[in-house]
């Protein structure tokens, strides 16, 4: 406000004094201004005109900023700023975005800065554990947070070997503690860690394995027998259930919350719907049955699958549900039933001899036996209770099955010739190598499952190579897609024939001896009906391997029975006649008395009958007459030569040999019971 005082002060001394050279002087001074003003602010926006020459002190008198003496220079500068277009928030703002990302950049750059020498002092600092310290560990414990530390260790340096590794240990050295420790740490066994470590990278390993650690979302499938998707999804929102479909089906809902037990609502009760694993649903989808179909469910409990396929069968054809264990049957029919599916039939058979049982099928589904690494969420007990020998087993029970599943279908179906072949694991020896066995021993050949999702089937692993066409099959995970490990592999069989480099002998299955000898007994009404039976079996002309392992037992057994056998009724007539000459010296000490004559009639009377029986156990005994009929052992060299034939022969004599016991004990009875007699007898003569 000095510059506005001081200009008054001089305009009213000069009004006052009248003085016209200062008037001149004021106004030659106002125009030099404003000249300067015009020349200075030509880009300036036009102002409002003054009449009065005192037009500048007269527009700071309508509340513009005062100008002062010392801001003139940088009233220039301001106008040259505004003259590029920036008002004076726009500068500042402009200022304070520059100096938050100068902040910024300086944040990162410390931040990396102090990664790399975290990182750096981490790699310091690692040691590779001593074999003592990792003993200790095991018998003491360990925090676990020391083991994550570890485990978080040796990724690093195993994505970065060759700069961070230890020159003193190996990569199969960091890999095996990396094993010990992810084992430890999700409470694996070292043996499935490690198939997940051939099949993955080591990150993807701890991603698949958090993933077991989570539930498996809930998911339920609408039985369109009695409704529809639309329908239940209402009904069910109505009782407080919150679910959504899932896209890639038309019958699948996701159930994110509910008030009520899912699985006890009315529309459950009714049948309205099925629980069932999201994943389980694509073994049925690539199958696609077709109306008036005859399918084949071949592992069916606990029946979502088999009464999906009715479902899609519209209660059209037929559905035969087999399974070899007959306790889950239960459950099987409870669901058929409540479902409402009339078009299905129950079998308890072993898939393995179906062909035998029934065949011609347009398609077949092969829901087969595994390892359940897939389901680790559901059953956490598939973590240690798996290992190398279980998976030996089952990959020869799972080739037996798909050949059998494709010896069920007929190939000369007009709409079929389908098999299915699904499990809920996700190891490659039992899916690809299974489909690779397969295809290399049948006429058939992989073609589309028509899913529109899911990793591609492996062409190879760790050194082998499969068939190029498995690349048609699927594999879902549970860290990717957030469902069930599942695999689903769709054949299509193109000949009836089974090429004869290749045929194998059919399936009979096996019998212990134990329930042998329960069966022989229960039927065993006479000895002689008994062995008519036993000539009678049926002998398997090309027994398996397993079968010829059985056989040599079973040899062996008849061999060591039969040499008791031949020991027997010596050891049997002298039990006999020792029991004999006991009995017949209590008999004396007793009878030492007088006995009346009534007695005596009766034993003069008893004197044949003991007396004949007698002599026809001492012409034929009772131990021996089995034994004469009973066929001579072969020689060890016929029994090496067929095995196939004569392992039911040494089946047949070691149930002989059992019968032959028997025919003994009953002898011995009766012998106690004439052992009285021929007391009384010997007493009469002496």
């Known amino acids: 406000m000095e510059s506005y005082d001081s200009d008054s002060d001089m305009m009213d001394d000069d009004f006052s004094s009248?003085?016209?050279?200062?008037?001149?002087?004021?106004?030659?001074?106002?125009?030099?201004?404003?000249?300067?003003?015009?020349?200075?602010?030509?880009?300036?926006?036009?102002?409002?005109?003054?009449?009065?020459?005192?037009?500048?002190?007269?527009?700071?008198?309508?509340?513009?900023?005062?100008?002062?003496?010392?801001?003139?220079?940088?009233?220039?500068?301001?106008?040259?700023?505004?003259?590029?277009?920036?008002?004076?928030?726009?500068?500042?703002?402009?200022?304070?975005?520059?100096?938050?990302?100068?902040?910024?950049?300086?944040a990162r750059a410390e931040l990396e800065e102090q990664m790399d020498r975290d990182e750096a002092e981490m790699d310091d600092r690692f040691q590779f554990p001593s074999q003592e310290n990792l003993e200790l560990e095991k018998t003491l414990g360990v925090d676990m947070a020391i083991v994550k530390g570890r485990i978080d260790s040796v990724m690093a340096i195993l994505n970065d070997f060759k700069n961070k590794r230890d020159p003193s240990h190996n990569r199969q050295d960091y890999v095996q503690l990396l094993v010990n420790d992810l084992a430890f740490f999700y409470g694996y066994n070292n043996f499935l860690v490690e198939k997940f470590l051939q099949m993955f990278p080591p990150q993807e390993t701890i991603e698949l394995l958090e993933a077991n650690e989570r539930p498996r979302p809930v998911t339920i499938r609408t039985n369109t027998l009695k409704t529809r998707r639309g329908d239940l999804t209402k009904a069910l929102a109505t009782r407080g259930v919150n679910l959504e479909a899932i896209e890639w089906s038309k019958v699948a809902l996701q159930v994110f919350e509910s008030t009520v037990p899912i699985g006890a609502t009315p529309e459950y009760l009714a049948g309205h719907y099925m629980l069932q694993s999201a994943s389980s649903l694509t073994s049925v989808m690539a199958l696609d049955p077709q109306p008036n179909e005859r399918i084949l469910d071949m592992a069916s409990a606990p029946g979502g699958k088999t009464t999906h396929i009715a479902q899609l069968l519209k209660n059209t054809g037929m559905v035969v549900a087999n399974d070899v264990n007959a306790s889950r049957l239960t459950s099987l029919v409870a669901n058929v039933h409540r479902l409402g599916v009339q078009n299905c039939i129950v079998s308890n058979y072993d898939g393995r001899e179906f062909p035998k049982v029934l065949g011609g099928f347009d398609r077949v589904m092969l829901d087969s036996p595994c390892t359940g690494t897939g389901i680790i969420s559901r059953d956490p007990s598939v973590k240690t209770s798996k290992n190398e020998e279980d998976l030996v087993k089952l990959n020869q029970l799972q080739k037996q099955l798909i050949l059998a599943a494709i010896d069920s279908v007929d190939a000369a179906s007009p709409s079929g010739g389908i098999i299915v072949y699904s499990t809920c694991s996700i190891l490659p020896e039992e899916n690809e190598e299974i489909v690779n066995y397969a295809l290399s021993r049948r006429h058939v050949k992989l073609v589309d499952s028509g899913l529109e999702f899911g990793r591609p089937g492996m062409t190879k692993f760790r050194g082998k190579k499969f068939h190029p066409s498995l690349n048609l099959t699927r594999r879902y995970y549970p860290h990717v897609y957030n469902m069930d490990g599942f695999y689903v592999a769709k054949l299509k069989k193109l000949s009836n024939t089974i090429p004869a480099q290749y045929e194998e002998p059919a399936f009979v299955p096996e019998k212990t001896d134990s329930a042998s000898v329960e069966s022989s007994e229960a039927d065993s009404d006479s000895d002689s009906?008994?062995?008519?039976?036993?000539?009678?079996?049926?002998?398997?002309?090309?027994?398996?391997?397993?079968?010829?392992?059985?056989?040599?037992?079973?040899?062996?057994?008849?061999?060591?029975?039969?040499?008791?056998?031949?020991?027997?009724?010596?050891?049997?007539?002298?039990?006999?006649?020792?029991?004999?000459?006991?009995?017949?010296?209590?008999?004396?000490?007793?009878?030492?008395?007088?006995?009346?004559?009534?007695?005596?009639?009766?034993?003069?009377?008893?004197?044949?009958?003991?007396?004949?029986?007698?002599?026809?156990?001492?012409?034929?005994?009772?131990?021996?007459?089995?034994?004469?009929?009973?066929?001579?052992?072969?020689?060890?060299?016929?029994?090496?030569?067929?095995?196939?034939?004569?392992?039911?022969?040494?089946?047949?004599?070691?149930?002989?040999?059992?019968?032959?016991?028997?025919?003994?004990?009953?002898?011995?009875?009766?012998?106690?019971?004439?052992?009285?007699?021929?007391?009384?007898?010997?007493?009469?003569?002496?």
């Open 18 to 106: 009248g003085a016209p050279s200062s008037k001149k002087n004021l106004l030659d001074s106002d125009d030099d201004n404003e000249d300067d003003d015009s020349d200075d602010g030509a880009a300036l926006p036009p102002s409002k005109s003054f009449s009065d020459s005192n037009a500048k002190w007269l527009k700071q008198k309508r509340g513009a900023a005062p100008e002062s003496s010392d801001d003139e220079d940088g009233s220039d500068e301001d106008s040259d700023e505004d003259a590029g277009g920036f008002s004076a928030m726009e500068r500042k703002s402009k200022k304070l975005d520059e100096e938050r990302e100068r902040m910024e950049a300086d």
């Open 529 to 686: 009906d008994d062995i008519t039976q036993l000539a009678q079996r049926k002998v398997n002309p090309v027994p398996t391997q397993q079968q010829q392992q059985n056989n040599k037992k079973r040899k062996q057994m008849a061999k060591s029975s039969a040499a008791e056998f031949d020991a027997a009724p010596v050891g049997a007539d002298k039990m006999v006649m020792d029991s004999d000459e006991n009995d017949e010296s209590s008999s004396e000490e007793e009878e030492v008395a007088p006995q009346p004559p009534q007695k005596k009639k009766k034993v003069t009377e008893e004197k044949a009958v003991p007396s004949k029986m007698q002599k026809d156990d001492k012409k034929k005994p009772v131990a021996t007459k089995p034994a004469k009929k009973q066929p001579e052992p072969e020689p060890e060299s016929s029994s090496d030569d067929q095995d196939g034939s004569d392992s039911m022969d040494d089946e047949e004599k070691e149930l002989r040999a059992k019968l032959v016991a028997k025919l003994q004990a009953k002898a011995i009875m009766k012998k106690k019971q004439l052992a009285p007699a021929s007391s009384g007898l010997k007493k009469k003569h002496k």
